[in-house]
Structures are given as structure tokens and as C-alpha cells.
């Protein structure tokens, strides 16, 4: 079995740039930096990754139209490398990118575009499901721990109920 799958969380660099091809396709594309921290003997360490992301149709309309510099944004996709040939150099070029295929919007920040919160952004299937209210969508701040909601008790761990 072979799996080909991504999911950044991050900022984006610039805002996202949007064009038509020849054949009069959209695709948009949105520069990423992911941030990576952790300790060792010298003491803490950060390191930052750029990513490129091509969002193609309809996602790419959306992430042109809402996405900002900035903003915080959660891409899934997958990898794929393209190869060309250097016109002054002649010399063989590779660059890796991910695809999105699916994005969400993180919170609003004060101050930041009127966008009003969008739920998960997949790229269209031929499902009827009926469209996401603004009362359906969770609205999440950056700052709120990741167990907000949940009871202490039901956090831990009981011996008893492990499996083994």
C-alpha cells in the first residue's frame, strides 16, 4: 500500500497569488512557513520550513479570496515534484510541492479581513449535503488550551480501562 498525504498547519508568507492558465483553469498559489521547536542539551531550538502550495479550481478561488498574509491556515494535499530543464544553464531543475486538496481557515484575528468563518473546504464531490451555517461552525481561538471543554477526570488515563 502506498499513502502520498499532508497536512501543514501554518502562516502564510505572502498573500496568495491567483491566475488562470492557457486553457482557463484557475490555480492559486499560497507560500506556507511551519515553525518546528524543541530542546536539547544547548537549550531550546526553532527551525522554520517554507512550502509551496497549488490549490487548483474552486479551492483556489476560495484561498485567493479569503486567505491572507498572516493568516493562519491548516492545508491537506499531497507531495508532487516537477522537473524542467534551465533555458541559460541547461542544467535539470527539480521542486517539490504539495497540492492542496482540502483547507481550512484558522481563527480570525482582531483587526484582521471581514471573512466570516468557513467550516472545512474540500475540493467539490458530488455529494447534495446541505452547506455548513455559521451556527454549525466552531469557532476556535489560538489561545484556547486544546483540552477546553473536556473534565480533568476524563483526560486521565485509568488502568482499568486499557485494552491489554
Known amino acids: ?13 505572502q498573500d496568495p497569488e491567483a491566475r488562470t492558465t492557457p486553457s482557463g483553469q484557475n490555480v492559486t498559489t499560497i507560500r506556507l512557513a511551519t515553525n518546528r521547536v524543541w530542546n536539547d542539551t544547548s537549550g531550546r531550538k526553532e527551525a522554520t520550513e517554507y512550502h509551496t502550495v497549488i490549490a ?6 476560495i484561498a485567493s479570496n479569503y486567505l491572507k498574509k498572516g493568516g493562519l ?3 491537506e494535499g499531497r507531495l508532487q515534484t516537477r522537473s524542467w530543464t534551465g533555458t541559460q544553464d541547461n542544467l535539470k531543475r527539480y521542486v517539490t510541492e504539495v497540492i492542496a486538496e482540502g483547507l481550512q481557515m484558522g481563527p480570525r484575528t482582531t483587526g484582521s479581513g471581514s471573512y466570516e468563518p468557513m467550516a472545512d473546504v474540500k475540493r467539490p464531490a458530488a455529494s447534495k ?14 489561545n484556547e ?3 477546553a471543554g473536556v473534565e480533568e477526570d ?5 488502568e482499568k480501562d486499557l485494552p491489554f
Open 1 to 13: 500500500m502506498n499513502l502520498n498525504k499532508v497536512f501543514l498547519i501554518g502562516r502564510l508568507t
Open 56 to 61: 487548483w479550481g474552486k479551492l483556489g478561488d
Open 73 to 75: 491556515v491548516m492545508i
Open 129 to 142: 449535503a446541505a452547506p455548513a451555517t455559521d451556527t454549525d461552525i466552531p469557532i476556535i481561538d489560538e
Open 145 to 147: 488550551p486544546m483540552n
Open 154 to 158: 476524563e483526560m486521565a488515563i485509568k
